[in-house]
């Protein structure tokens, strides 16, 4: 009962279920098939002028976001007009209302209303045992990734230490990929949520319940 509603809220219940999925396989490798080139773009630019990356880098990832707003837009204006408003944006209530009908729908149909406590006690204990590997996935990318990072910036920085102006210009690109890298966390979270750990998805599960429960009172 309780995995069985877990695959329905993932299929079914989650906003790429409801649209990127529709999007299909192509639309939706479009973005990361841009982000590639543009890392080439970056990684050459770098080497051969710094200072043209402080131009190139910001607009590149406005882009890399505009293109996937535009096809979830796209794909909610056909399947779901009433919650489309224009070429990149949507109604996130409208399409919060289309959840929780489904979800009532298959508490319903399952004879589940009386067992939603219950259900989501479980759900939160299944949250809670799959939250070490979440912080060991979680670690293990720190620990590979920071000392690399941190001796890829000193090198840089060793490079063009008598360059102040060079060294400003690195330390506004540093901003610039913290920054893109906050926006670009939802394909992060659901690649890591479908092939490493659910503990967030459980976690979204048993929060759509509370909501549900207070929609109901």
Known sequence: MIEKMIKFYIGNLTFYAIVEKKNGCFKNSIPYIFLLCSIGLVTYFFIIQLYFLIFLFPPLVVIYVLIGRYFNAMTIKRYYPKSYISGITWSNDKIKERIFSRLKKYIN?????GKVDDIQLIIKEKAKNERLPFILYASIFMVLFLPLWKSYIDKLLDYYKMDIRAISSIAFLIVIIISSIAIMVPPIHTFRDNFLTRY?????LSELLDEYKISKK
């Open 200 to 204: 967030k998805t459980l976690n979204n």
């Open 109 to 113: 149909d399952n004879k589940l209303e």
